[in-house]
């Protein structure tokens, strides 16, 4: 019997399947439950309304050991894309406010420093604007919206608490959909969760953070760094193996050459022993040199755990379902499906998929068009692009070198390369020593290209283009003949004519060379 049930209704349809209203199984209190009110539970429960679907979607948010709680809408919007991008924009107006003296502006006070509070309350403020346009949003749609954990007492039965207690509820559905996104972790450590705060507390954090120890040196590391170093503290990035495990090598130690230039310090091969308060306030970290197996300690204001996050799974009673788990993210196929074949696991939750906004969004709208619309599109992890936000940022798409390598064989693949010089940054003569890109391709005919990789200004704009062309199946041919927009920097691009292998100088003499 199919599960897709389709009825014609009357109007008109952005999408051809819609002329179709989804009828759910009578039996059911409704046809889709989404467990999560983020990124991708969101999209999910929004598109699969928009197909008559009948829907439910539980979120809530646990304190963290801070204390710290904020409203609908999930990582990105609280404590993620959003209040990340917003600090690292603060940080990039500091160094232009030095910048724009040797353009000719009199900035009287170039001492001039941030104010925290101020900058926490704007961010603040804005999240809470899009946490009400997303709860109206959700009544606009008819999404309907429980602020309360959501829990399996079996496949289509989910039981949650209501506000002011009482009994436990339950709703039955016919599919459920888990999109619960995760949480950073702590280090079983002296100290961790007493003392330490994370990426959930670091936007709303009332206090100044001062000097700051950053342990981890992912992602969300690096990017917390460097927001506080452009906000005028001093933060020291503890780096337990290498910087931005998992992304191309040599972008990565440009960019870890970068924040070092900037004032950022770094601990390497270095582990977190223990945290203590002392008399001062001030905290007292011990760690361990992994290396030389030398134990030190120093003092900072703040600890900020970086060192990942874990899926939040714990809460879900997933046993009660027979969901399958894999290192606490939840385990599906190509079609979001667990084992149980009307469960379905969205976003951050999915084991072995990126941890990135756009994806979860996408997966969960294009699961429900399959649930509830007729489609048969699947989700297409391939090629996702990303970008680090580091004051000179880093954003790629496809592979790195040494996945090339390891993939297509070093004789296989060309890497072609260049640093070049921004025209803006000339006049306040700021450093262009990391300001290099690289296009990786197969060596062989009009050389589809496999990775393009670019530190430099506004990454993640430049990349974002360059990343419908890989998934159309861009060549350095392609790339060559297309006419660069001048003066920008995502031209560079289009003039990369110096292979690694030539072993020439991949140094611009001149802005126009
Ligand atoms: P979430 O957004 O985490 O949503 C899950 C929701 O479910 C949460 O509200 C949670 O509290 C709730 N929940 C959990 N359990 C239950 C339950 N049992 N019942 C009900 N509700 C429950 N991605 C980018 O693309 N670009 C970026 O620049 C970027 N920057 C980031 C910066 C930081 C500091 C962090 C931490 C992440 C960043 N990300 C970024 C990643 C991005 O935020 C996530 O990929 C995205 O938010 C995942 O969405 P999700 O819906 O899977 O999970
Ligand atoms: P990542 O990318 O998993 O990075 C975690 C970092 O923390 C990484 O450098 C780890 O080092 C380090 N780590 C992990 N455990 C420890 C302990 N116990 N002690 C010290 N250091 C540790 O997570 P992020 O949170 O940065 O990013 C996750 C996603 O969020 C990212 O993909 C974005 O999409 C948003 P390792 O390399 O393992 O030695």
Redesign the pocket.
């Known amino acids: 019997m199919s599960l897709f049930k389709l009825l014609r209704i009357s109007g008109p349809s952005r999408f051809s399947a819609r002329s179709a209203a989804y009828v759910g199984k009578a039996k059911y209190d409704y046809d889709l439950v989404v467990l999560g009110g983020g990124s991708a539970g969101l999209a999910c429960a929004k598109e699969a309304v928009d197909s008559g679907a009948r829907v439910l979607c539980f979120d809530y948010v646990k304190p963290t050991p801070a204390g710290t709680r904020w409203g609908l809408g999930g990582t990105c919007v609280n404590v993620?894309c959003i209040p990340k991008k917003l600090m690292h924009q603060a940080s990039l107006l500091g160094e232009a406010v030095h910048e724009a003296v040797a353009y000719g502006w009199n900035v009287n006070d170039q001492n001039i420093k941030p104010d925290w509070k101020k900058l926490v309350k704007s961010v603040q403020n804005h999240i809470k604007s899009v946490n009400w346009v997303t709860r109206v949003d959700l009544r606009d749609k008819k999404v309907e919206y429980v602020n309360s954990m959501g829990a399996f007492v079996d496949p289509h039965t989910i039981e949650y608490s209501v506000k002011g207690g009482g009994p436990k509820q339950q709703v039955t559905s016919e599919y459920i959909v888990v999109a619960v996104g995760g949480r950073?972790?702590y280090?079983p450590i002296l100290g961790a969760t007493e003392f330490g705060i994370t990426?959930d507390d670091i936007f709303s954090y009332e206090e100044e953070p001062g000097r700051t120890l950053v342990?981890?040196?992912?992602?969300?590391?690096l990017e917390c760094a460097c927001f506080l170093k452009g906000l005028g503290y001093d933060p020291t990035v503890?780096?337990?193996?290498?910087?931005?495990?998992?992304f191309d090598r040599q972008m990565s130690d440009l960019l870890e050459a970068m924040m070092s230039e900037r004032g950022v310090h770094f601990l390497h091969t270095t582990?977190?022993s223990s945290v203590e308060r002392q008399g001062d306030g001030r905290l007292l970290v011990k760690y361990r040199n992994t290396t030389t197996e030398q134990e030190d300690s120093d003092i900072f204001d703040t600890v900020l755990w970086?060192?990942?996050?874990k899926g939040l799974i714990e809460d879900l009673n997933l046993p009660a379902a027979g969901v399958q788990t894999k290192n606490d993210k939840i385990v599906v196929d190509g079609t979001e499906a667990t084992n149980v074949p009307h469960i379905f696991a969205v976003g951050d939750i999915i084991h072995g998929r990126?941890?990135?906004t756009p994806v979860a969004i996408l997966s969960g709208r294009l699961l429900a068009r399959r649930l509830f619309a007729g489609s048969k599109q699947l989700m297409d992890y391939a090629d996702v692009a990303?970008t680090v936000f580091t004051p000179l940022e880093y954003s790629c798409v496809g592979m790195s070198e040494e996945m090339a390598i390891q993939t297509h064989g070093q004789d296989n693949i060309e890497v072609f390369h260049g640093y070049y010089k921004p025209t803006e940054f000339f006049i306040p003569q700021k450093s262009v020593r990391q300001c290099y890109l690289k296009a990786v391709a197969e060596i062989t005919g009009d050389q589809k290209i496999l990775g393009l990789h670019y530190i430099g200004p506004v990454a993640g704009e430049v990349i974002q283009g360059f990343a419908a062309a890989l998934k159309s199946g861009l060549t350095v041919k392609t790339l060559l003949n297309t006419v660069g927009i001048h003066p920008t920097t995502a031209e560079e691009f289009t003039r990369l004519s110096i292979t690694k292998r030539s072993g020439r100088d991949p140094t611009p003499s001149s802005c126009c060379s």
Request: charged share 15%; net charge positive; no cysteine.
């Open positions: 993620g950073p972790r280090p990426s342990v981890g040196a992912g992602y969300v590391g503890m780096v337990r193996s290498i910087v931005l495990r998992g582990i977190p970086a060192i990942g996050r990126p941890e990135l990303t």
